[in-house]
Each structure stands twice: as structure tokens, then as C-alpha cells.
């Protein structure tokens, strides 16, 4: 399939054109192709959910066993934390990719 199918069958999956830009930056700084951006941006979402439930988790643990400058550190370097994952994590394009992917393996493979 070339780059312009793979565009249009992304952009009916609810790819907008401001992401397809941004994988297409994506794929001549890799030099890969679509399948292989999406298989990524997939994996790295799921890398993503499980350090952000992880982070969460020892928040939470914290805020049950710790101490009141223990729980004020943590929240803070949250703070911090969860805006950088976000801003360096492309998580928006990385869920689309995984959204994208699961309905595409649930199609191909019943």
C-alpha cells in the first residue's frame, strides 16, 4: 500500500492533518515507513501508560505511608513529571497509532 492510501485510510481513522504532518516529519527523520512509525507509536504508548500508572502508584503509596515533606516533594516533581511526558511523549499521536493499530488487528485477525 503507498504513503497516499495509508494517508486516507489514517485520516478516516480520526488522524487530522496537523498529526499526518508530524508523522511525516517523523518518517523522513527515521527513513521508515507508515506500518513501522504506527507499530512504534504504538509501543510507545503503551511504555507510556505503564510509567504513568507506575508514577501514580508510588504517589499513591507515598501519600498512604509517607510523611507530609515526602508527599509535598513527590507531588511536586509530578507536577513537574507528568507535563514532560506529555510534551516529549506525542502522546496524542501515540494513542491514535494504538487506537489505530487495535481496530486494524481486531479487523485482520477475528
Request: proline share 3%; no cysteine.
Amino acid at each position: 500500500m503507498n504513503s497516499v492510501k495509508i494517508e486516507e485510510e489514517l485520516v478516516k481513522s480520526g488522524f487530522t492533518g496537523k498529526d499526518l504532518a508530524a508523522m511525516r516529519k517523523r518518517l523522513s527523520e527515521y527513513g521508515i515507513t507508515y506500518p513501522a512509525l504506527i507499530k512504534a507509536l504504538h509501543s510507545q504508548f503503551i511504555v507510556m501508560v505503564g510509567i504513568i500508572v507506575f508514577l501514580m502508584g508510588v504517589w499513591l503509596y507515598i501519600i498512604i505511608s509517607g510523611d507530609d515533606k515526602s508527599i509535598l516533594s513527590f507531588s511536586i516533581t509530578m507536577i513537574f513529571v507528568l507535563p514532560l511526558i506529555y510534551l516529549f511523549g506525542a502522546v496524542k499521536l501515540s494513542f491514535k497509532s494504538f487506537r489505530y493499530r487495535r481496530k486494524n488487528q481486531k479487523i485482520s485477525h477475528p
